[in-house]
């Protein structure tokens, strides 16, 4: 399958849920309020000292990192990306635009910013096969190293987790392959965190 292929079905995927649910937890598949905040909170370890930094947000859905962000007094310009339409909209009526903030429909970002992050974007493989998803999510990190000057960060669900709790739509990666694969990569500035209590693992790479 095309990576536009790709790309469209995982659109359809989150507009369904959105539609379901609307602009909440649920409505981008997360449990529930709690575990997306303690997800978007890993995040701060790589740019919370810096208030003033602009952050990238790959698959931002209706834009509540945002809300986590300027909560915790984060001041920088923020630039959230979507591929579903629907999720853009979505988090243009939230927050509106302008003064800091904008949104963009789409998968490559066209210009980068100090951070970039993304949270929950390469969990739901669908039908699409192991080796392919594992090929598309290096290519969504590459994307994430470029949009990222300063650094990046992603969360990845983690094959850490118990087998009789995983579910066969779903990703699960290694977590020391992925931390070797940054390592080789982007450089010796790579944290991984596996200690917060959900099935996944954060990757936390600052540019040297
Ligand atoms: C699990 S939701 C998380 C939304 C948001 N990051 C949050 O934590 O509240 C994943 C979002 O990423 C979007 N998405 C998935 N893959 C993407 C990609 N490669 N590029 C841009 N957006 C993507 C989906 O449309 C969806 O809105």
């Known amino acids: 399958m095309s990576t536009e292929a790709l790309l469209q079905r995982v659109a359809r995927y989150y507009a369904g849920r959105l539609a379901e649910h609307g602009p909440t937890p649920r409505g981008v598949d997360w449990n529930g309020e709690e575990s997306q905040r303690l997800r978007h909170a890993q995040f701060l370890r790589l740019l919370g000292g810096e208030p003033e930094a602009s952050v990238l947000d790959l698959g931002c859905g209706y834009g509540d990192f945002l809300d986590f962000l300027r909560a915790q007094g984060h001041r920088g310009a923020y ?4 591929v579903a339409p629907e999720m853009i909209a979505a988090a243009r009526a939230r ?18 910013a100090d951070y970039a992050i993304a949270s929950g974007v390469l969990n739901v ?3 699409t096969g192991e080796a392919e998803w594992a090929e598309y999510v290096l290519g969504v990190i590459e994307t994430l190293a470029q949009a990222g000057r300063r650094g990046f960060g992603f969360n990845l ?6 087998p009789e709790k995983r579910r066969p739509h779903l990703y699960y990666a290694d977590p020391a392959g992925m931390l070797r694969h940054c390592l080789d990569r982007y450089g010796r500035h790579v944290a991984l965190l596996q200690d917060y209590g959900l099935w996944e693992f954060t990757v936390l790479v600052r540019r040297g």
Do not use: F, I, N, Q
């Not at 927050?95 to 980068?112: I, K, L, M, R």
């Not at 669900?157 to 118990?162: E, T």
């Open 125 to 127: 493989k669908g039908e």
């Open 157 to 162: 669900l983690s094959l850490s987790s118990d």
């Open 79 to 82: 630039a959230g990306w979507d």
């Open 95 to 112: 927050h509106g635009e302008g003064e800091g903030v904008c949104w963009h429909v789409g998968a490559t970002p066209d210009a980068p």
